[in-house]
């Protein structure tokens, strides 16, 4: 089975969160030479196949079966992958069945390596991603089994594949104040407390305002305003409260305490209250780390390009492997359709990414 016909019998598995689809019976049979720990977990399904070649170091390759439900108006099955122009058409196309088939084919056909080579996968990316990677990390810490590198297989060239690695993640903290006032009528506006005319004396220096300098690997973290609501939506009856929601996507350089420290400094002294959650949290892998070496040479190699090294983006479970301490890379094809109708991937790009990663574990 070569690369593209492994790619298209993943794609027509219908995994959509949390399910998957049939896909891990399949992928354990194809890695039937690798030993595989089973985690299931409210209705999630975690593998993890690994094999040890030797006394070396352990390289993870990690993905998600997982995709968002399809939606309607796609020129053809979304699980009937399609092939036109040099595109593969499917749900899952880009995020990311080609990355899973890439590496997978790519241990599948390892003859050598010194050390262990492994897979993580879940069904549980695209969705709350509690009982996914997470739980699978956690178990491999406590049996000692943590590898030493992580290759996460997500989307990430921008302009043309090869061009871009992902080192990084911001973290993302989301925030709700509430300011509280005392209801009354717009014509006696000395009888009430409006908390709209409060908190627009402080809005102007806290909305968009950068919490740090940032540095060479991330863009400074900023105060992000993303929701103000007060009133009963009538002209006449200034309002009791004022809610407003924001977003940090945060570097290395702040913290969740930092934000709240932020919100005290221009709210203080009134009565307000603040919660805060961190749905996510920044890592960095170091320039200098052997995984970032080794797959921007095998890149160079395969495709002619120097790679830039990026913490942009969302989210993905590599944040996972960051907060396990793995120096941990994404590395994928283009993302310009995910979650798109019509999702779809260059032929050459699938065919590419698996002899990059092929190379990787050849020079590693």
Known sequence: MDILELFKKILSFRSITPDDGGAFEFIEEYLSGFEVIKLDIEGVKNRFFYKKFGDGEHLCFAGHIDVVPPGDGWSSDPFAPTLKDGF????????????????????????????????????????????????????????????DFAIVAEPTCEERFGDTIKIGRRGSINGIIEKMGVQGHAAYPNKAKNPIHIVSKVLPHMAGALLDEGDENFEPSQFVVTDIRAGMEVTNVTPASLKMMFNVRNSTKTTAEDVKNFVDRYFSGMDYTLALNQS?????????????KVISEAIFNIVDIRAKLSTAGGTSDARFFGEFGVDTVEFGVKNDTIHAINERVGVDEVIELERVFSKVIKEF
């Open 88 to 147: 593969i058409y499917a749900r899952g196309a880009q995020d990311m069945k080609s990355g899973l088939s890439a590496f997978l084919k790519s241990v599948h056909d390892a003859k050598n390596f010194n050390g262990t080579l492994s897979v993580l996968l879940t069904s549980d990316e695209e969705g709350d991603a509690r009982y996914g990677t997470v739980k699978m990390l956690e178990h491999l810490k406590d049996i000692n089994f943590l590898p």
């Open 280 to 292: 996510a949290k920044p890592f960095v892998t170091e320039r200098n780390s052997k995984v970032v």
